[in-house]
Every structure is written in C-alpha cells, then in structure tokens.
C-alpha cells in the first residue's frame, strides 16, 4: 500500500475528524500504556489501513531526544541505511493534535536516505518513523517527554514574522556524502501559528495560519515534496539530500493555509555531479 500524498490540509482535517474521538492533551498522555497503544492503532488504521507494518529496525534509524529541552522547538531527524531506497518517509507525533508532522515523498534527484526538522510536541508521546520501500512499509519508534509545545507562545516578534514571512535561506554541508549527495538545509522565515497559541498582549488567540506544502526541485526534477501542518515548528529548518548536476538550481516552493505561495531559487555554481 503507497502512503498517499493527500493534497494541501488532506492530512491534518482527516486524522483530526478522525481521532477526535480517542482526545489529545495532558489527560490523555498522562493515561497509562494501553491508552497510547490505543491512540497509535487508531493512528495505524487511519494512515495504512489493513496495510501490515514491518519492523525497520537496522534499516531506519529515528533521532529523537527522550527529554526535549523546548517543546515547541523539538530536533528530529530520519536516517536510512545505504542499502535502503525509500520513496516516502513519514514522522508521526502521536499525541499532537494533528500527528503527521511531516510526509516527504522523494523524486529523482532527491536522496532518502536522511531527513531532520524541528517539530512542535504537545505531551509524552510515542514518536513513529515510517519509510516506504518496495519491499513493504517500515517502522521505528521512540518515546518522547515533552508538554505544551503546541500552544507555546512564539519566541520571535509578531511585527517582525509578518514582515520576514516567507524569506528562504539554504544552508550547504562543506562535503559530499558517502554516497555523494549533497546534504543541505532550507531555512524558511514563518510563524507557523496553529490556532492554538496565544497573544501574550490581548490574550486573544492567534488566527492559524501555518505551512502546509514544501516542494524543492533541482534544475526541474523533483528533490522531494512534503506535507505538514501545525506540528512544524516557528521558522522551520527542513534538512535533505540531493543529488547535485553541474549547472542545475535548487527551487523551493512553499504553500501556507493562507493561500501564499512562496517561492527562492538558489544557485549552485560550486556543485558539480
């Protein structure tokens, strides 16, 4: 069974009407073991349906903290062994309001083989890593400690984000790969409010308005397309392999629930296949 790629919000409205019969929060989370295997098989159910798991372990590696310092600003990171292939990765929180936090389906010039963001987390959580290959559909999980960071006010100014909104930078690694990828990390100015958060000023909550498509190509070709939602973190810092060709531009194309496309294209004069 492929992981759909369900089109712009598809993944946060499904799993929200979805699950909002199993809750979320602090009161769930703090339930006891049966609740969140309760929570991850409605999850399992929702995402692949009859769709048999298998053990990743030895082939998918998840990089998560047991212990987050910030919730709203949790590291994460996917990595493949060598002699793996994915087509899509996917980064499930279990306990957040909307779970998928990321589903990264790769094209030609992308590389699969590693994958980091900074994600929100709203409680002690399971946290599953999904890779999609030829061969079946993986799976790797770990716990995570970690409360509020979906309601977490912004670190940054509200004046300033709705000014620098949508400004992309991309970081370059100094070295190839093993493999001789490229490893590169797209920097994107957003506030990625989820509706939850609160004005610390009027004590009003803040309008959604967060990212929910993130496409880069590489001279036309496709690096790879993810969907996310409001369990991205603030300024998002998205990192990702490529395979490089002389002459060919990285292009980012970002969506927001705004309807706001962003869009940056970045030379590569140094990079040659």
């Not at 083989?113 to 999904?130: Q, S």
């Not at 709705?162 to 990828?181: E, H, T, V, Y």
Request: include cysteine; hydrophobic fraction near 50%; charged fraction near 20%.
């Amino acid at each position: 069974m492929a992981l759909p790629l369900t089109g712009r919000r598809g993944v946060s409205l499904a799993l929200g009407a979805g699950l909002a019969t199993l809750g979320a929060g602090p009161a769930f989370a703090i339930a006891d073991k049966a609740m969140r295997e309760a929570r991850w098989k409605a999850l399992d159910a929702l995402l692949f349906g009859k769709t048999a798991l298998r053990d990743g372990a030895g082939m998918l590696t998840l990089d998560a903290p047991f212990r987050a310092q910030d919730a709203a600003l949790v590291p994460m990171g996917l990595t493949v062994a060598p002699a793996a292939a994915p087509s899509v990765l996917m980064l499930v929180i279990d306990l957040n309001p909307s779970p998928v936090a990321a589903k990264v389906a790769y094209g030609p010039a992308g590389d699969p083989h590693l994958f980091r963001a900074r994600v929100r987390v709203n409680d002690y959580t399971w946290v599953h890593a999904v890779a999609e290959t030829a061969d079946g559909i993986f799976l790797v999980r770990k716990y995570v400690r970690a409360a509020g960071g979906c309601s977490a006010p912004s670190v940054g100014d509200p004046a300033t984000a709705s000014r620098d909104i949508g400004q992309m930078k991309l970081r370059l690694a100094r070295a190839p790969l093993a493999n001789g990828a490229r490893e590169a990390t797209l920097l994107i100015r957003h506030p990625n409010n989820n509706g939850m958060q609160m004005d610390q000023l009027t004590h009003y909550i803040i309008p959604p308005r967060f990212i929910t498509t993130i496409a880069v190509h590489l001279g036309g070709e496709r690096v790879f397309a993810m969907e996310t939602g409001i369990s991205l973190a603030e300024d998002p810092a998205i990192t990702f392999a490529f395979h490089p060709r002389r002459g060919a531009a990285l292009e980012a194309v970002v969506h927001d629930t705004s309807g706001a496309v962003f869009r940056k294209r970045f030379a590569l004069p140094s990079l040659a296949s």
